[in-house]
């Protein structure tokens, strides 16, 4: 029997690494690929319980597809093949982001020209304006959720403080959840709750808050900052975006808005989590250490991103049968994710600012251009980048 476990395991994680290496195009492609191989292929689960632990982990804040993932190892063997999951999930992308960010300052530490990614800046930009595009189609259904949508894009764009972010999520979900008589009620909502994880998750950010603000050390702020961060964002891998650009960018200025935006090009042509975007700037963030000390800021960036969603997906997954029957609960969800849509949109105009500058006829075609490819074609994002990067080198 116990054989027989570790053969399924093992069968488990090669299908994670698999999907590490394949898994293109974002949480939708991602969940399709879950789909064909989780359920077609192995049958962990039935395609309604996948379904069901998707829509679980939307509602939470953290990466989307990686906690899915994250879950589904804790569905099939527990904590410690949920955790060795998420390692070998995140891990490819993470490498080949610290190792982008340490190739640009050694390149720019020789005088090196790095040119060759211009293009890449306004074709992130695209992708910044397309997300905004598709998440505001899929969440905005009513006059109330339009109105929070605009409200947030412009209170975000306008105050430049991280903590706005998490102030915004806060009170358009609350605004929404008044309404929450308009969703029929479900009987039988009792619930008992496993406080552990909650706990955990509590203590880790209030400890490292509270240390960093002590010590004012360098690392242990930059895992409190992706901490907070990776436990207040909700909307998946685009919505860190403003984020992280106000935050990093323009509060901390841990990096340009030019490397900001050339790293973003380059996670949009990996396979795997956006969030491991973290990797690249907390790599950044430590360039005047060296390049060991760059790796370590990027690992570092890493487990503050990904551990908060971790703990309240083990949270929550315990109860969420008897949690998604309360009507107020999904009525806090519209207004979430129509600040979230807001916060997105807001993040196209604050990452075109930087391009403005030097606005030119090229810039705009290919922001425009990409925005096109996305919309009418089936391109994929790869593709497109390294479409980008050719031009660069040529150009």
Not at 67 to 86: D, F, R, S
Not at 99 to 120: C, H, P, W
Not at 253 to 282: D, K
Request: charged share 15%.
């Amino acid at each position: 029997m116990m054989r027989a476990k570790k053969i399924r395991y093992y069968i488990f994680l090669r299908d994670i690494f698999i999907l590490s290496i394949t898994a293109f195009g974002g949480p939708q492609a991602h969940l399709a690929l879950l789909f064909e191989t989780m359920v077609n292929k192995r049958k962990y689960l039935t395609e309604d319980e996948l379904i069901e632990l998707h829509a679980l982990c939307q509602i939470l804040p953290g990466p989307t597809s990686t906690q899915t993932i994250t879950a589904l190892g804790y569905k099939i063997g527990g904590p410690n093949l949920a955790y060795l999951t998420l390692l070998i999930w995140i891990l490819p992308a993470v490498t080949i982001m610290i190792l982008a960010a340490i190739g640009i300052v050694t390149l720019q530490e020789r005088s090196i020209s790095i040119d060759f990614i211009k293009y890449i800046q306004p074709m992130a930009v695209g992708f910044v304006t397309f997300a905004a595009y598709k998440i505001s189609e899929k969440v905005v259904h009513t006059r109330t959720a339009m109105g929070l949508m605009i409200i947030a894009a412009v209170i975000s764009y306008f105050v430049k403080n991280p903590l706005i972010f998490p102030l915004i999520l806060v009170i358009s979900g609350s605004i929404t959840a008044l309404n929450f008589k308009a969703h029929p009620e479900q009987s039988d909502k009792q619930i008992k709750i496993d406080w552990r994880n909650f706990i955990l998750w509590a203590v880790v950010l209030a400890f490292f808050a509270i240390l960093g603000g002590i010590t004012r050390e360098r690392t242990v702020l930059l895992f409190e900052n992706f901490y907070r961060n990776g436990s207040l964002v909700f909307g998946g891998g685009q919505v860190l975006i403003p984020l992280f650009y106000t935050e990093f960018v323009e509060f901390k200025s841990y990096l340009t808005s030019e490397e900001f935006l050339s790293g973003f090009g380059i996670v949009q042509a990996l396979p795997g989590p956006v969030f491991s975007f973290s990797a690249y700037i907390g790599s950044l963030a430590m360039r005047e250490h060296g390049i060991f000390w760059q790796a370590i800021g990027g690992l570092i960036a890493t487990a503050g991103i990904f551990l908060p969603g971790t703990f309240l997906i083990f949270f929550v997954i315990r109860f969420w049968e008897q949690l998604k029957k309360y009507r107020i609960v999904k009525a806090s969800l519209e207004g979430i994710n129509a600040a979230s849509s807001g916060l997105v949109i807001a993040a196209a105009f604050l990452l075109f600012q930087p391009i403005e500058s030097n606005t030119n006829i090229i810039n705009v075609t290919i922001l425009v251009g990409t925005f096109i490819l996305l919309m009418f074609t089936k391109t994929p994002a790869p593709l497109i980048i390294i479409g980008g990067l050719i031009a660069g080198f040529i150009f």
